[in-house]
């Protein structure tokens, strides 16, 4: 809870309890209660989870000018207040970690249109379009603004419960959530110049899926580009408030279908084709983010990941284009990617990482394929397991609330472990591979935390 949110009902609750000496100034505190909540409104913004204790502050602070509360009522209004209090404890307003780097973080996005290519999912004749969000080393002035978690997360927060099939109400605080990066910021002057990891979403994610793990790769020194893949994201909505939602068509929704991996293949291409054209905007000098960014990027050294559709993009674009330098996957989905890359592997350094309900299936379609992809790679650095992890613990999502294992979001290792294990192992690869830091993960054979099972590949 928020401090305001705190404030009000410890309050309310001075006001019910204290009995004897029954000072006159303590029946004055549900009416501080109330003033604290209409300034609770101003600073901290309205959310539903409060409802049930706004309306006792309204109650409490009417009665308290009427007469006293006696002391039976009073201890079964604590009751309720107990509850009442309950619910914004369970739904908090979510708070993403600030990052332990050096950097403060800035963040921006861009919209890109490529005329190269035709949409394949809009039903129209269009070239591709898509956003991209991205986050980096800033030196932040006093005047910037504190960015929020989502851009449009009025347009975000209902569509996303409504596909994890929540009440489309339910995620509404969404739109309270502020990340620690400024928004706009200027980027930092380096020396060094900073390496390049491109995030690709998982089916119906959206590109601030991971916000906690780019801020921590930016706030270490790198360019941290999430792809907000038009029609395979969640929803999209562009720089002019068009919207586009995604497109169940876009992945095959019969799993059983011959032809699956075939047609799931043209979806992951065109995201890795996002990806490349992204590329090469850095490299351009006349191109909106090449001039913010180029300047202070190192694009020979450019690493890849990716969350389950995600991970298979990522694998895809590492198998057709060699300016990637390392990838990582986090339970990839393998069936889109293409037959002949899951024959000959990828040349680049790679790691996998996989949550325990995706690695005990173990005769899934999904495992047989990656059983069969990983061992003609050139470098794989390991396969692993987090035990008590389900798939979504991989992005943000079980930052929204303490019941999320309760609401199928994540499995029931704690958040904040397995936040640190999921950063150890990225920061540690990236900086492995892109930049030759040694790694005691990678040394020790991933012995660090006793939660993580080396898969035998």
Avoid at 285 to 297: A, C, D, I, M, R
């Amino acid at each position: 809870m928020r401090p305001l949110e705190i404030l009000i009902p410890i309050l309310l609750s001075v006001y019910l309890l204290w009995r004897s000496p029954r000072h006159q100034i303590i029946r004055y505190l549900p009416a501080l209660a109330f003033i604290l909540t209409l300034n609770h409104f101003v600073v901290e913004g309205y959310r539903w989870q409060m409802i049930p204790l706004y309306a006792l502050t309204l109650l409490l602070t009417i009665f308290s000018f009427i007469s006293d509360w006696k002391p039976l009522a009073s201890y079964l209004t604590v009751g309720l207040l107990f509850l009442a209090t309950l619910i914004p404890i369970l739904l908090p307003v979510p708070q993403i970690p600030t990052p332990s780097g050096d950097y403060q973080i800035g963040t921006r996005t861009f919209e890109f249109s490529d005329s190269s290519r035709k949409e394949l999912f809009s039903g129209k004749d269009e070239a591709r379009k898509f956003m991209i969000k991205v986050w980096y080393p800033a030196d932040v002035n006093d005047s910037d603004i504190q960015a929020v978690w989502m851009s449009n997360a009025e347009i975000f927060a209902p569509t996303i419960a409504t596909y994890l099939e929540l009440p489309s109400f339910f995620l509404n605080h969404l739109t309270l959530v502020n990340v620690p990066a400024y928004q706009d910021a200027s980027l930092a002057q380096s020396q060094e110049k900073f390496p390049v990891i491109l995030f690709s979403h998982g089916w119906n994610g959206f590109s601030a899926q991971n916000t906690a793990q780019a801020l921590e790769l930016a706030s270490r020194g790198y360019v941290v580009i999430g792809f907000q893949h038009t029609y395979g994201a969640v929803v999209t909505v562009f720089s002019d408030g068009t919207i586009a939602p995604n497109n169940p068509k876009a992945l095959p929704e019969d799993a059983e279908d011959p032809n699956y991996e075939k047609k799931a293949n043209v979806l992951v291409s065109q995201w890795a084709e996002d990806m490349a054209f992204v590329l090469d905007q850095l490299d351009a000098q006349e191109s909106e983010v090449g001039k913010f960014l180029n300047q202070n990027l190192d694009l020979e050294k450019v690493g890849v990941y990716g969350h389950s559709t995600g991970g298979g993009a990522a694998i895809q674009f590492c198998g057709m284009d060699q300016r990637c330098k390392a990838v990582l996957g986090m339970d990839p989905f393998m069936r889109p990617v293409a037959t002949e890359l899951i024959q000959s592997g990828v040349s680049q350094p790679s790691f996998f990482m996989f949550s325990q309900a995706w690695s005990d299936l173990e005769d899934s379609i999904n495992n047989q394929l990656f059983n069969s992809f990983y061992p003609n790679g050139l470098e794989g650095y390991g396969v692993i397991t987090i035990t008590g992890t389900r798939h979504y613990d991989f992005s943000d999502l079980p930052l929204l609330s303490p019941i999320a294992p309760q609401l199928g979001l994540k499995g029931p290792l704690n958040g904040k472990r397995v936040t640190e294990i999921v950063n150890s192992y990225l920061i540690d690869f990236f900086d492995l591979t892109l930049k030759g830091k040694p790694s005691d993960i990678f040394t020790n054979e991933f012995s660090t935390f006793g939660e993580v099972i080396e898969r035998n590949k």
